[in-house]
């Protein structure tokens, strides 16, 4: 396939041909289509690289009344996101070997290429997880004793032991439990769904307990010459202590999600417990201190958390309603409705969302176009905002904390290019995701 006169992020025009084995062939001007070559004509629109969400949670196996591998990666495609990378909190946990593979069998429906993370729980057994094409450990909850896979500091430090004698991150979810405001959630917390007080959650799971937690992280790290990637940092302050940990030498990075970039306490009172995560929304302030630090380049990667539930669990009562939202479809299209509105370059938007993930875990075919690299694309009309409607999107609980904000979604991504997503028509494509895991040993 030859794409002709589109614009990359950094403002070029070139055209773009893809080989028959979906690597990007060539970035030049003026390539001629060669006889029988497809040739899809894109000037006027941006070509980006597909986005790698390095923070997904499909459900499966265990949770496939909320989400599946398919509907979670049509979901994936239709946002531009071609690389997911899901977390090891399904059931069973992804802690050793069997379970490792077990869900890869499930993932084999993905539309969009996929990594499998691996847990850490006192059960863990390193050794049959790392015999799989794991390049990384997941979510490792730190002492966070009111997640179920939560663990403490000694555990922590053999999962970073055993991830730096292989060389791969640990991505950590950091809130220390013991600082949580339990008053917060006494007295009336406004009944269930949407009529419930989320503010109640927010001042319940402080900010304070989440920046305590990312520090010790950050020095159980530095300590073991650990790579750590503190998941979802919710505060101005966690994404400064990564960067200065950072700056120091640490082998550290830091994600941000869209929710906490886009929606705050101030601002999302409407949605109840439709708006229960962790961590957990922070101020108005707080918001806007988190996204002029993404502006300026202080953010690493902005991955989603995508954690869906179904509107029957969420309607539950505060205390009850379990913590999570979906967002894998909404990740490129808000941040590009943010650089349509010059508040975001599109370069950074490029680099946190592709060139970033897959640098920090080492997908080298991945995040970029350029020659060499997977034809993992998307095709967009950067000036043609459209209002996010959940019922337009592709996730299975078909809801959204986005509601009504707009974002400049995809007309068309590829993944290794071959197309997975049409917004006109739609492909009707069945799977054709592979393991990335696979990509990193062969390369
Ligand atoms: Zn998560």
Same mark, same amino acid.
């Given at each position: 396939?030859?794409?002709?006169?589109?614009?990359?992020?950094?403002?070029?025009?070139?055209?773009?041909?893809?080989?028959?084995?979906?690597?990007?062939?060539?970035?030049?001007?003026?390539?001629?289509?060669?006889?029988?070559?497809?040739?899809?004509?894109?000037?006027?629109?941006?070509?980006?690289?597909?986005?790698?969400?390095?923070?997904?949670?499909?459900?499966?196996?265990?949770?496939?009344?909320?989400?599946?591998?398919?509907?979670?990666?049509?979901? &994936? +495609? /239709?946002?531009?996101?071609?690389?997911? *990378?899901?977390?090891?909190? #399904? @059931?069973? %946990?992804?802690?050793?070997? $069997?379970?490792?593979?077990?869900?890869?069998?499930?993932?084999?429906?993905?539309?969009?290429?996929?990594?499998?993370?691996?847990?850490?729980?006192?059960?863990?057994?390193?050794?049959?997880?790392?015999?799989?094409?794991?390049?990384?450990?997941?979510?490792?909850?730190?002492?966070?004793?009111?997640?179920?896979?939560?663990?403490?500091?000694?555990?922590?430090?053999?999962?970073?032991?055993?991830?730096?004698?292989?060389?791969?991150?640990?991505?950590?979810?950091?809130?220390?439990?013991?600082?949580?405001?339990?008053?917060?959630?006494?007295?009336?917390?406004?009944?269930?769904?949407?009529?419930?007080?989320?503010?109640?959650?927010?001042?319940?799971?402080?900010?304070?307990?989440?920046?305590?937690?990312?520090?010790?992280?950050? &020095? +159980? /790290?530095?300590?073991?010459?650990?790579? *750590?990637?503190?998941?979802? #940092? @919710?505060? %101005?302050?966690?994404?400064? $202590?990564?960067?200065?940990?950072?700056?120091?030498?640490?082998?550290?990075?830091?994600?941000?999600?869209?929710?906490?970039?886009?929606?705050?306490?101030?601002?999302?009172?409407?949605?109840?417990?439709?708006?229960?995560?962790?961590?957990?929304?922070?101020?108005?302030?707080?918001?806007?201190?988190?996204?002029?630090?993404?502006?300026?380049?202080?953010?690493?990667?902005?991955?989603?958390?995508?954690?869906?539930?179904?509107?029957?669990?969420?309607?539950?009562?505060?205390?009850?309603?379990?913590?999570?939202?979906?967002?894998?479809?909404?990740?490129?299209?808000?941040?590009?409705?943010?650089?349509?509105?010059?508040?975001?370059?599109?370069?950074?938007?490029?680099?946190?969302?592709?060139?970033?993930?897959?640098?920090?875990?080492?997908?080298?075919?991945?995040?970029?176009?350029?020659?060499?690299?997977?034809?993992?694309?998307?095709?967009?009309?950067?000036?043609?905002?459209?209002?996010?409607?959940?019922?337009?999107?592709?996730?299975?609980?078909?809801?959204?904390?986005?509601?009504?904000?707009?974002?400049?979604?995809?007309?068309?991504?590829?993944?290794?290019?071959?197309?997975?997503?049409?917004?006109?028509?739609?492909?009707?494509?069945?799977?054709?995701?592979?393991?990335?895991?696979?990509?990193?040993?062969?390369?």
């Amino acid at each position: 396939m030859l794409i002709t006169g589109a614009t990359l992020a950094d403002g070029r025009v070139r055209d773009v041909r893809i080989g028959d084995d979906g690597r990007i062939a060539a970035v030049s001007e003026g390539l001629g289509a060669d006889a029988g070559e497809r040739v899809l004509e894109a000037r006027g629109r941006h070509l980006l690289p597909g986005a790698v969400d390095v923070h997904v949670h499909f459900r499966e196996p265990g949770g496939s009344h909320k989400e599946t591998w398919t509907s979670g990666s049509e979901s &994936a +495609a /239709a946002g531009g996101v071609t690389t997911v *990378v899901d977390q090891p909190n #399904t @059931s069973p %946990p992804t802690v050793d070997g $069997a379970a490792f593979s077990s869900k890869a069998a499930l993932a084999a429906d993905s539309l969009v290429d996929y990594g499998i993370n691996g847990g850490v729980t006192p059960d863990w057994d390193p050794e049959s997880l790392f015999e799989r094409p794991l390049f990384a450990l997941g979510e490792v909850f730190l002492a966070d004793s009111t997640g179920d896979m939560g663990i403490d500091a000694d555990l922590f430090a053999d999962a970073l032991d055993e991830a730096s004698a292989r060389d791969v991150p640990v991505t950590v979810h950091a809130e220390d439990a013991t600082l949580f405001d339990e008053s917060a959630l006494d007295g009336d917390l406004g009944g269930v769904g949407t009529a419930a007080t989320v503010d109640a959650w927010s001042a319940y799971r402080t900010a304070d307990a989440e920046v305590a937690a990312v520090e010790r992280a950050l &020095a +159980a /790290a530095a300590d073991r010459d650990a790579r *750590v990637h503190v998941a979802h #940092t @919710s505060t %101005p302050e966690a994404v400064d $202590a990564v960067a200065d940990a950072a700056e120091g030498g640490t082998a550290a990075t830091c994600e941000v999600t869209p929710h906490h970039l886009y929606l705050s306490r101030e601002r999302a009172r409407s949605l109840g417990t439709f708006g229960r995560m962790n961590p957990p929304l922070r101020s108005e302030e707080r918001r806007e201190a988190l996204f002029a630090r993404l502006a300026k380049g202080a953010v690493d990667v902005v991955a989603t958390d995508h954690a869906p539930h179904t509107v029957g669990e969420k309607r539950a009562g505060l205390v009850d309603a379990p913590s999570g939202v979906p967002g894998v479809e909404t990740l490129y299209p808000l941040l590009l409705e943010s650089a349509r509105k010059g508040e975001l370059s599109l370069e950074r938007v490029r680099d946190v969302v592709a060139a970033n993930p897959a640098e920090i875990f080492g997908l080298d075919r991945k995040g970029g176009v350029a020659e060499g690299r997977d034809a993992d694309l998307v095709l967009v009309d950067t000036a043609d905002p459209r209002e996010i409607e959940a019922a337009a999107l592709h996730s299975a609980p078909a809801w959204t904390p986005f509601e009504g904000l707009r974002g400049v979604f995809p007309e068309m991504t590829l993944v290794r290019g071959e197309v997975v997503y049409e917004r006109d028509p739609a492909t009707g494509a069945a799977s054709f995701g592979e393991p990335v895991g696979r990509n990193v040993r062969e390369s």
